[in-house]
C-alpha cells in the first residue's frame, strides 16, 4: 500500500534495528482518513471470503480491525488482555510471551461473541514474532470458528511471525512489509495477493 509505505518513510521513527515507531499516524495518534483506506485495502484482499467476524487485540489493533470490520460490514471484537484468571464469564484464552516486556500475560474473548459458526479475519497493526497472533489463533481454533487469514498493517519480515503462521497454513497479508530499516532508509517487499 503505497500511501501507507510514503508515510513510514516520513514519519516512522526507527528506534533500533528491531523497532520502528509510528506514533504520529498509526500507534498513539492516529490518522482516522488513513485508517479507514487501511480499512479499505482489507476489504480489497480479504473481501471475496465469507468472513463475518473481525478479531484482534486490544490496544493499537483496535481502529484498524474497526476500519475493516466497517469496510466489511461485520462486527469485530478485541481480545482482552488480563494478568488474573479472575473472569466474570465463560472466555476463551490463550497465554502470550511478550518478548519486549518478558512476561506471559492472558489475552481473551467471551464465549458469548465468538463459536463454531464463525468465519473469521484477524487484523492487527504489527506483525512482528507473532506471539499475540498465535495466541489469537489458538483462541479461534478453541473456539472451533474457521480462521480464512490474517491482516497486519505492517510487517517486520525479517522477524519469524509470517513464517510462524504459514507453517499452520494461514494466510497472511500485510500492507507493508518492511525487509530491513536503519535509520533514514526502510526497505520494503513487494505485495504478493494473500
Ligand atoms: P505480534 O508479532 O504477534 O504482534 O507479537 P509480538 O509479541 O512480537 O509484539 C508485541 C507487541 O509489540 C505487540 O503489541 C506488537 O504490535 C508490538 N510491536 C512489535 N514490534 C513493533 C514495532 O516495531 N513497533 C511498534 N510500535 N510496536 C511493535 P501489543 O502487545 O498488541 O500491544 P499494544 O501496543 O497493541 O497494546
Ligand atoms: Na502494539
Ligand atoms: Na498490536
Redesign the pocket.
Known amino acids: 500500500m503505497k500511501v501507507l509505505q510514503e508515510r513510514i518513510r516520513q514519519e516512522g521513527l526507527i528506534l533500533s534495528d528491531?523497532?520502528?515507531?509510528?506514533d504520529s499516524f498509526l500507534?498513539h495518534q492516529v490518522d482516522t482518513e488513513l485508517a479507514l483506506q487501511i480499512g479499505q485495502e482489507f476489504k480489497r484482499v480479504f473481501g471475496h471470503l465469507p468472513i463475518n467476524k473481525i478479531i484482534t487485540?486490544?490496544?493499537?489493533?483496535i481502529q484498524f480491525a474497526m476500519a475493516a470490520a466497517i469496510a466489511l460490514g461485520v462486527p469485530f471484537i478485541y481480545a482482552k488482555k488480563k494478568k488474573a484468571v479472575t473472569l466474570s464469564e465463560a472466555v476463551y484464552s490463550a497465554p502470550?510471551h511478550?518478548?519486549?516486556r518478558q512476561e506471559e500475560y492472558l489475552i481473551s474473548i467471551s464465549q458469548k461473541y465468538l463459536g463454531s459458526g464463525d468465519k473469521v479475519l484477524i487484523v492487527?497493526?504489527?506483525?512482528?514474532?507473532?506471539?499475540?497472533?498465535?495466541g489469537l489463533v489458538d483462541i479461534v481454533n478453541e473456539a472451533g470458528a474457521e480462521l480464512l487469514g490474517v491482516g497486519c498493517v505492517i510487517e517486520?519480515s525479517f522477524?519469524e511471525?509470517r513464517s510462524l503462521l504459514e507453517k499452520r497454513g494461514i494466510p497472511v497479508y500485510s500492507l507493508a512489509r518492511i525487509a530491513s530499516m536503519a535509520p533514514g532508509e526502510v526497505h520494503f517487499i513487494d505485495n504478493n495477493p494473500a
Open positions: 528491531t523497532v520502528l515507531k509510528v500507534n487485540i486490544e490496544a493499537s489493533g502470550v511478550s518478548f519486549t492487527d497493526d504489527f506483525l512482528a514474532t507473532g506471539a499475540a497472533l498465535i517486520k522477524q511471525g
